[in-house]
Structure formats: structure tokens, C-alpha cells
């Protein structure tokens, strides 16, 4: 029922900047953590940021200080901004959602709810 729609990828030079927007349908927004997660192709799905109901957040390690996970105040929206992009950003992109576990970091097994992702290339 919980529907998750990203939106906001495209191809940038490095050093450039993009901002990446899921938008939150089908659920009430009270306990819950929501993320983004990224997979290029023979590398598992990896998580890149997340965020819990108080709006703690948490990054990897690769991201932390160039990349930025925010809600808007009806917690509806999922935003990432990204700036300062590596050709190793370059990935397709995931919203995903957790309505049980709720802990940061988010991990791949606790994910119950998944976009369908956006691309991100980074390239000059």
C-alpha cells in the first residue's frame, strides 16, 4: 500500500549538483525511518542516507559532507541533495521506507518499502 516515487536524477558533470525527490503515499507519518539507497550494476545495493521521525540523520561514510537527506514538514516528501558528485555517485538511485525496525543506519534487510529509482550519472 505504501507507494514510494522518485524523482530528480539525471547526468551531471563532476562536481556538480542534484537533488533527488521521493514522494510518500499510503501511510500515516509517526514511527518510521526513511532512506536512499543506491546499486550499480555487480555491486550490491548499498545504503547512502537516512532519516528517522525526529529527523536524525545518518550518511555513509562515502557521501557524509557532500550529500544531504531532509523531509518536508508533512513528511510527505524525501529529498536528497547531492553536491560535489563523483563519477562513482553514478548509480541508480532508491527510496526505500521502514515502517517496523526504525533504527539508523537503515540496512538493506530492514527496508519494507522500495521506489522504482532514479538515475544518477555523473561524467564529464
Known amino acids: 500500500q505504501v507507494q514510494l516515487a522518485e524523482s530528480g536524477g539525471g547526468s551531471m558533470q563532476p562536481g556538480g549538483s542534484l537533488r533527488l525527490s521521493c514522494a510518500v503515499s499510503g501511510y500515516s507519518h509517526n514511527k518510521y525511518c526513511m532512506g536512499w539507497f543506491r546499486q550499480v550494476p555487480g555491486k550490491e545495493r548499498e545504503g547512502v542516507a537516512s532519516i528517522d521521525s525526529n529527523r536524525h540523520t545518518m550518511y555513509a561514510d562515502s557521501v557524509k559532507s557532500r550529500f544531504t537527506i531532509s523531509q518536508d514538514n508533512a513528511k510527505n516528501n524525501l529529498y536528497l541533495q547531492m553536491t560535489g558528485l563523483k563519477p562513482d555517485d553514478t548509480a541508480m538511485y532508491y527510496c526505500?521506507?521502514?515502517?517496523?525496525?526504525?533504527?539508523?543506519?537503515?540496512?538493506?534487510?530492514?527496508?519494507?518499502?522500495w521506489g522504482q529509482g532514479t538515475q544518477v550519472t555523473v561524467s564529464s
Open positions: 526505500a521506507a521502514d515502517v517496523y525496525r526504525c533504527t539508523l543506519p537503515m540496512v538493506l534487510a530492514s527496508v519494507d518499502y
